[in-house]
């Protein structure tokens, strides 16, 4: 018997062994999970971790889905001119240089940047981020680098919808067979489209061959997607500013900038740049009426855009912008789509942006803008006042206090930073630019989701209270005396 048992010894010490082992590797791969410091730790002095609440985790997808997209980028050259030019320079497009006057300046990072390059300057951005962790499980939201702009662009003239749609397909099987979106049906999962929300609801627009499905599918459906301009359909379509030509790599570079623009001497009341646009739907149609009142007036620049293919009158940066600097308010009319990307050029400039549509700002970009009172960074003037009453641009302009028009143009050159995004390839060191508030939205967007509540971009101006931001124009309208009755 005590032979037997001497026999038994062996095999129980090994199972010991084995057993000590396997504890071992548990606790260390759980706590290192918990902690989520092993390989991206931020802590204070104190042991606080700087990043608790703010970990990303990044899909390493498939190259299929972001670099091969874009491999073929002179494929699309004869609908989007030089992509190729686009792309480089992680997305930022060339260096620009003004040798006339110093408008632009390539070293303080001005760049020929392409209104619809977001996709490359956000993924850029994303692999600088300071909580990235490889750890999902501590992840408070997970970032797809799907290329969803570009593959728009690729499959859009020629082909038919089940070429659009297959990428956006491929895509969706992908992340759902993943252990990370079954822990919350890909409701912490964002991406960046960058184009308008119309352009990934093909199902929902007047045209049934424009642009993918991609926000009508069941993944799309579930992640928060961040667009230039949101459909306004309760949906997940969350806009964030256009990309502008300017893309500080320093503090300094934003500050010296705000310096510039601040202290520039302004020679025009109000300029308009950009195209007339007669095709767009009525309720948007008061771009001619803007145009037509800045020609008629001395007080009015225009840089003039023709729609021929290689017009290149305004998309040359040194002309925008110079034009920009030496106007105190630029007309910000709705074009194809409500939104425009020389609203934020021209915010960059210093100018007072003024809009006619809410849809133009006040209802998309609430991250980046003023929520409670719009007329601090803006005019608002209605639409239809200028399309069915004949209302005076210029006279409305004129008729705001001097005074608070500095302060309106402190306010636009303190947003600024909000409305730009910082060159990837460095890092901002207190400045916040529109990655870290689009970030800050998604991670704010995901905590509520998490704790039950129902999130969405917002619905359409058609649902809000009647005159909400008709009232607020009246604010900066001269008043008119009461006649008395004869």
């Known amino acids: 018997m005590e032979k037997a048992a001497a026999n038994a010894l062996p095999p129980l010490r090994f199972l010991a062994v084995l057993a000590v082992t396997a504890w071992t590797f548990f606790l260390y791969f759980h706590f290192s999970v918990i902690s ?51 792309l480089s320079n992680a997305g930022l497009g060339r260096p620009l240089a003004d040798r006339t006057d110093g408008v632009l300046k390539s070293e303080a990072g001005w760049y020929a940047t392409h209104q619809f390059a977001l996709d490359a300057i ?24 799907f290329y969803a702009g570009f593959d728009f662009v690729r499959y859009h003239w020629g082909y038919d919808n089940a070429a659009r749609d297959a990428a956006s397909v491929d895509l969706t099987k992908w992340l759902m067979a993943r252990p990370e979106w079954r822990r919350m049906g890909g409701r912490d999962h964002f991406l960046v489209a960058g184009r308008t929300g119309w352009d ?17 599918m069941p993944a799309g459906r579930n992640m928060s997607v961040l ?24 503090d300094a570079d934003v500050l010296r900038w705000q310096d510039r623009v601040r202290g520039q001497h302004r020679t025009w009341l109000m300029a308009f740049v950009g195209a007339p646009r007669p095709d ?18 001395s007080a009015c620049t225009m840089l003039g855009c023709a729609r021929a293919t290689g017009s290149t009158q305004c998309h040359t940066p040194g002309n925008i912008m110079r034009l920009f600097q030496k106007t105190t308010f630029c007309l910000q009319p709705p074009g194809d789509t409500c939104t425009r990307r020389s609203a934020f050029d021209s915010m960059v400039a210093g100018c007072i942006p003024v809009f006619f549509h809410p849809g133009s700002a006040y209802k998309q970009y609430r991250w ?4 409670d009172d719009h007329l601090r960074y803006s005019v608002y003037i209605p639409d239809a006042d200028v399309r069915e009453r004949n209302v005076s641009i210029e006279a409305v302009l004129r008729a705001i206090p001097p005074a608070a028009v500095e302060r309106m143009r402190e306010e636009v050159i303190r947003l600024i930073p909000r409305v730009l995004y910082a060159d990837p390839r460095s890092k901002l060191e207190t400045v916040k630019d529109a990655v870290d508030v689009a970030v800050e939205g998604v991670l704010d967007t995901v905590a509520r989701i998490r704790n039950g509540e129902y999130v969405d971009s917002g619905g359409p101006v058609t649902e809000d209270p009647p005159n909400l931001f008709a009232s607020t124009e009246s604010r900066l309208r001269p008043v008119r005396p009461v006649q008395a009755d004869q």
């Open 227 to 250: 667009v230039l301009e949101s459909a306004m359909l309760h949906g997940n379509d969350y806009p964030v500013p256009y990309p502008t030509y300017f893309h500080p790599r320093s």
């Open 280 to 297: 767009v739907p009525i309720n948007i149609r008061v771009r001619d009426h803007v145009i037509a009142q800045c020609k008629a007036s």
């Open 368 to 371: 980046h803008l003023a929520v």
């Open 122 to 145: 956000f993924h850029n951005r994303m692999k600088q981020y300071e909580c990235l962790t490889n750890h999902s499980a501590v992840a408070a939201a997970v970032f797809v680098p």
């Open 36 to 86: 989520g410091t092993v390989e991206v730790g931020h802590g204070d002095d104190d042991g606080a971790d700087a990043c608790r609440g703010r970990y990303i985790y990044m899909h390493d997808l498939p190259s299929r889905f972001n670099t091969d997209i874009i491999r073929n980028c002179r494929k699309t050259e004869d609908h989007w001119g030089d992509m190729c030019g686009a």
């Open 200 to 216: 990934f609801r093909r199902s929902n627009n007047v045209n049934p061959d424009w642009g993918t499905d991609l926000l009508v």
